[in-house]
């Protein structure tokens, strides 16, 4: 399979404890991207990388939250001291920017409960 | 404020009939969009994108119009099949502006009926 893969798929975690999401992206992508997404709303964007640089991040990124993609392939998105109101399903998305548009193809998601 | 509304939250429609959904935008920006199919706990699949310098594309049973006059896009399937039964969601990128995230409706649900 070549497509985006989000590892875990669920997690369930209490309110206060870290939890850390992996992507892989295709593999000929340079850029990557993380977005949220709640019931009823469509995806919403928090960063994406170029390669190994983050260069844009959303104001709905909070502190709490850090996105790293260290060599340009993976990233992690790690929320550090869950709230209830990080309860989400987290996409990881990649894409190869072209003049002709920027087709950006997402994973399977990583859901997150906070109990 | 929302940059790109899709008005009706779900749309049902008779198996073998054309299923048109519907896309305003309010960012003169915007210069790419995009359709995206959702089945619960499954992430977006790509289905059909189009620049602002067409104002039509087609791929198999998926068309996309833009009117950008009008900022309105909207996705026709025809014939419509059950499998088509998901959330459709609207998305649009400001590439020439150097924006390249993608900004999202809320998306329609589409229901076909046998």
């Known amino acids: 399979d070549t497509g985006v893969s989000q590892d875990p798929r669920h997690k369930i975690t209490k309110r206060g404890q870290n939890v850390t999401f992996r992507c892989d992206p295709i593999s000929e992508h340079n850029r990557l991207y993380w977005y949220r997404q709640t019931l009823g709303q469509g995806p919403e964007f928090l960063t994406y990388?170029?390669?190994?640089?983050?260069?844009?991040k959303s104001r709905l990124l909070s502190d709490r939250f850090s996105a790293e993609r260290p060599k340009g392939s993976f990233s992690t998105l790690e929320i550090q001291r869950t709230e209830q109101g990080d309860s989400a399903m987290y996409l990881c998305?990649?894409?190869?920017?072209?003049?002709?548009?920027?087709?950006?193809?997402f994973g399977e998601g990583s859901w997150l409960t906070v109990v | 404020d929302q940059q790109v509304k899709q008005n009706s939250p779900s749309l049902s429609v008779q198996e073998g009939r054309i299923s048109i959904l519907n896309c305003d935008y309010t960012?003169?920006?915007?210069?790419?969009f995009l359709w995206y199919k959702k089945y619960p706990a499954e992430g977006p699949t790509f289905l059909i994108s189009i620049s602002s310098i067409k104002d039509k594309n087609e791929d198999g049973r998926f068309t996309v119009f833009l009117n950008k006059s009008a900022k309105h896009l909207s996705l026709h399937i025809v014939p419509s099949q059950p499998g088509d039964s998901a959330v459709y969601f609207c998305a649009a990128s400001a590439i020439r502006g150097g924006a390249d995230g993608l900004t999202f409706g809320k998306g329609t649900h589409l229901i076909i009926q046998p």
């Open positions: 960012n003169s920006m915007f210069d790419y």
């Open positions: 990388f170029q390669n190994e640089a983050q260069l844009e």
């Open positions: 998305a990649s894409s190869l920017l072209r003049n002709s548009g920027n087709t950006i193809y």
